[in-house]
């Protein structure tokens, strides 16, 4: 099988695209056939965890998974902040916490955390990826350029929030705990430390991030890359991951219509549908309401 996901155990001190590259040539060296690869969801180079890693055809579906919801354990230090919101910036503001703060975080931590959960409003990082007049966040934050975000403001939702662990306090006079959450998409767990820190009216920023899952998979199902680079690992066939699609099973007939990108007249309802044929995803289509069709947005040949 050339076309697939495959779930990647990511390090730390690497991109992710960097990671993609560097196993791209050992499943090269194995047989199969790399036309495309890409992900469905960046991770920061200081992050670890879950990369859903898209391989020839299933790079198409790359729009489909970035939908998908994301879980994190993250851990927020309070007492510091820096310029990119992690722990890896320029730091700005410092100041020494103690014993009686941290009674005080006892206290209060567990009702911050539920404050946030629900549809809550963040402005992304300057050190994010997310274009302006085609240039990236981090490359304005980098030549030292302000601009204001106020106009970036995003709707996402915190599905929950839980802490792992008691508050501690650290040899630096800072507190540190972890925590768990579930999340929509584009949502930035950095803004999350910030803004957690901001209720608490202490600087604060992320020390530490792991995606535990992303959509349906899971870290525990995911390879490293020294996995993948004795060939133990495993491709997901495109299929697994549609599963809020109606599927249809195609007939010789509908298989020639969608590989030629041919609309279909279908008596069905739902307004996104994948087909297969022989076990295999060869087109997603959308209905057109107003023409009472399904016409092809994905196809595979």
Same mark, same amino acid.
């Given at each position: 099988?050339?076309?697939?996901?495959?779930?990647?155990?990511?390090?730390?001190?690497?991109?992710?695209?960097?990671?993609?590259?560097?196993?791209?040539?050992?499943?090269?060296?194995?047989?199969?056939?790399?036309?495309?690869?890409?992900?469905?969801?960046?991770?920061?180079?200081?992050?670890?965890?879950?990369?859903?890693?898209?391989?020839?055809?299933?790079?198409?579906?790359?729009?489909?998974?970035?939908?998908?919801?994301?879980?994190?354990?993250?851990?927020?230090?309070?007492?510091?902040?820096?310029?990119?919101?992690?722990?890896?910036?320029?730091?700005?503001?410092?100041?020494?916490?103690?014993?009686?703060?941290?009674?005080?975080?006892?206290?209060?931590?567990?009702?911050?955390?539920?404050?946030?959960?629900?549809?809550?409003?963040?402005?992304?990082?300057?050190?994010?990826?997310? *274009?302006?007049?085609?240039?990236?966040?981090?490359?304005?934050?980098? %030549?030292?350029? +302000?601009? /204001?975000?106020? =106009? #970036? $403001?995003?709707?996402?939702?915190?599905?929950?929030?839980?802490?792992?662990?008691?508050?501690?306090?650290?040899?630096?006079?800072?507190?540190?705990?972890?925590?768990?959450?579930?999340?929509?998409?584009?949502?930035?767990?950095?803004?999350?430390?910030?803004?957690?820190?901001?209720?608490?009216?202490?600087?604060?920023?992320?020390?530490?991030?792991?995606?535990?899952?992303?959509?349906?998979?899971?870290?525990?199902?995911?390879?490293?890359?020294?996995?993948?680079?004795?060939? *133990?690992?495993?491709?997901?066939?495109?299929?697994?991951?549609?599963? %809020?699609?109606? +599927?249809? /099973?195609?007939? =010789? #007939? $509908?298989?020639?219509?969608?590989?030629?990108?041919?609309?279909?007249?279908?008596?069905?309802?739902?307004?996104?549908?994948?087909?297969?044929?022989?076990?295999?995803?060869?087109?997603?289509?959308?209905?057109?309401?107003?023409?009472?069709?399904?016409?092809?947005?994905?196809?595979?040949?």
């Amino acid at each position: 099988m050339n076309d697939g996901i495959l779930l990647l155990k990511k390090d730390k001190n690497i991109t992710s695209n960097a990671i993609i590259n560097k196993i791209k040539y050992q499943l090269k060296n194995k047989g199969i056939r790399i036309d495309k690869i890409g992900h469905a969801g960046t991770l920061d180079p200081n992050a670890e965890g879950l990369l859903v890693v898209l391989i020839n055809g299933a790079t198409k579906l790359s729009d489909y998974l970035l939908l998908n919801d994301k879980e994190y354990i993250a851990e927020i230090e309070l007492g510091r902040s820096y310029d990119t919101l992690d722990i890896w910036g320029k730091l700005e503001e410092e100041i020494s916490l103690n014993e009686d703060n941290l009674k005080e975080i006892n206290e209060r931590i567990d009702d911050v955390l539920e404050s946030f959960v629900g549809e809550i409003d963040q402005i992304p990082p300057m050190y994010s990826s997310i *274009k302006i007049e085609g240039r990236r966040l981090y490359q304005i934050a980098r %030549d030292n350029e +302000i601009i /204001d975000l106020s =106009d #970036k $403001i995003r709707k996402v939702k915190i599905f929950n929030l839980i802490r792992l662990n008691e508050p501690t306090l650290t040899t630096n006079h800072t507190i540190r705990f972890k925590i768990k959450c579930k999340v929509s998409k584009g949502t930035y767990i950095r803004s999350l430390a910030k803004s957690i820190g901001e209720k608490l009216d202490l600087p604060s920023c992320m020390s530490s991030l792991i995606r535990t899952k992303s959509g349906k998979y899971k870290i525990e199902d995911a390879y490293s890359v020294d996995d993948v680079l004795i060939g *133990k690992y495993q491709l997901i066939n495109m299929l697994d991951c549609l599963d %809020d699609f109606y +599927i249809l /099973d195609a007939d =010789d #007939k $509908i298989y020639n219509d969608c590989i030629n990108g041919r609309y279909l007249h279908l008596n069905l309802k739902e307004q996104q549908i994948a087909i297969k044929y022989q076990e295999e995803l060869i087109a997603i289509y959308e209905l057109d309401k107003d023409n009472n069709y399904y016409k092809a947005k994905r196809v595979w040949k």
